[in-house]
């Protein structure tokens, strides 16, 4: 599985923006994906993450840190074997890499280990103007 992650930028305090993966694979349907960021020196740490049964009738399907709740939304359109992240109300401290992740395997349930993800994404820099 390939991952590419893209959609970072430099945005105000406040502002939003959205990331994008873009996955291979025929059964992106059944991966489990997630997001994570990292700032120099630091563990890289869990954002959100979705599972395969994700539906936009329920939310029960996707996780996220309780530091981007409310704020974050992540999404998934299989059509397009892409996933989102939809960053509102962004703050300093949301500034970091961000990565785009995958667990190997079908209709894994999702998770907020770094070390469960078997493949990453290049990472996408977002930089939060205060």
């Known amino acids: 599985v390939q991952l590419q992650a893209f959609g970072g930028g430099l945005v105000q305090a406040g502002g939003s923006l959205r990331l994008s993966c873009a996955a291979s694979?025929?059964?992106?349907?059944?991966?489990?994906m997630g997001w994570f960021r990292q700032v120099p020196g630091k563990e890289r740490d869990f954002v959100a993450a979705?599972?395969?049964?994700?539906?936009?009738?329920?939310?029960?399907?996707?996780l996220y840190a309780d530091s981007v709740k409310g704020r974050f939304t992540i999404s998934r359109d299989n059509a397009k074997n892409t996933v989102y992240l939809q960053m509102n109300s962004l703050k300093p401290e949301d500034m970091a890499v961000y990565y785009c992740?995958?667990?190997?395997?079908?209709?894994?349930?999702?998770?907020?280990?770094?070390?469960?993800?078997?493949?990453w994404g290049q990472g996408t820099l977002v930089t939060v103007s205060s």
């Open positions: 979705i599972d395969a049964f994700f539906s936009f009738d329920s939310a029960a399907s996707a």
């Open positions: 694979g025929r059964t992106f349907h059944t991966y489990t």
């Open positions: 992740a995958s667990i190997r395997g079908s209709y894994r349930p999702a998770t907020m280990r770094a070390s469960d993800y078997d493949y």
